[in-house]
T-cell receptor
């Protein structure tokens, strides 16, 4: 089984709809992240959480919200989707061992907003 | 400001050729971490390597090798004897260290990626 799973893997929605992307991990990591990838732009950080009670905005948080329901679950919501939120969304997890960290990514969710 | 530049947008080689992917970074921190990730056509992101700023030793893993040079702020990635399965987008990323223990800040700054096509 994959250590980091994302659901759904693909989603088509309409402008103005609320949508939630979910991420679950079995790695036991405290830290979780949401990124979006746009063609030619690399990945950009949306939100991150270092533990269940800690939520932080990333570079491009406008139009998004998150919920850390448990150590293993971190959800990303688009309250009112717009076409420029069409992208590939990645969840990642990591832990800090001896002051060093590596992020491991889920398989991604392809979102199309019409 | 932190920045990662991958100047090569696309590279095309023929199988068995060696290929080097360039990565240049900018940071004001003295402690930082550098990464390479692979994104094959299937879309997932696969971690390849992490390098700490205080460890300039180059690393080799099979056909992959990494050349870290602080003097030029570069962390280049070489694939020896490339294979079709190496075709992917490769991302270089930077994370700065914060806190008493110099732990990673958690915010990965990615380059825009280099698309490598290896033709048979």
């Amino acid at each position: 089984d994959a250590d980091v799973t994302q659901t759904p893997r693909n989603r088509i929605t309409k402008t103005g709809k609320r949508i939630m992307l979910e991420c679950s991990q079995t790695k036991g990591h405290d830290r979780m992240y949401w990124y979006r990838q746009d063609p030619g732009l690399g990945l950009r950080l949306i939100y991150y959480s270092f533990d269940v009670k800690d939520i932080n905005k990333g570079e491009i948080s406008d139009g998004y919200s998150v919920s850390r329901q448990a150590q293993a679950k971190f959800s990303l919501s688009l309250e009112s989707a717009i076409p420029n939120q069409t992208a590939l969304y990645f969840c990642a997890t990591s832990d800090l061992t001896a002051g060093q960290e590596t992020q491991y990514f889920g398989p991604g969710t392809r979102l199309l907003v019409l | 400001a932190q920045k990662v530049t991958q100047a090569q947008t696309e590279i095309s080689v023929v199988e068995k050729e060696d290929v080097t992917l360039d990565c240049v970074y900018e940071t004001r921190d003295t402690t930082y971490y550098l990464f390479w990730y692979k994104q094959p056509p299937s879309g997932e992101l696969v971690f390849l390597i992490r390098r700490n700023s205080f460890d300039e030793q180059n690393e080799i893993s099979g056909r992959y090798s990494w050349n870290f040079q602080k003097s030029t702020s570069s962390f280049n990635f070489t694939i020896t004897a490339s294979q079709v399965v190496d075709s992917a987008v490769y991302f270089c990323a930077l994370s700065e260290a914060v806190g008493y223990y110099g732990g990673s800040q958690g915010n990965l700054i990615f380059g825009k990626g280099t698309k490598l096509s290896v033709k048979p």
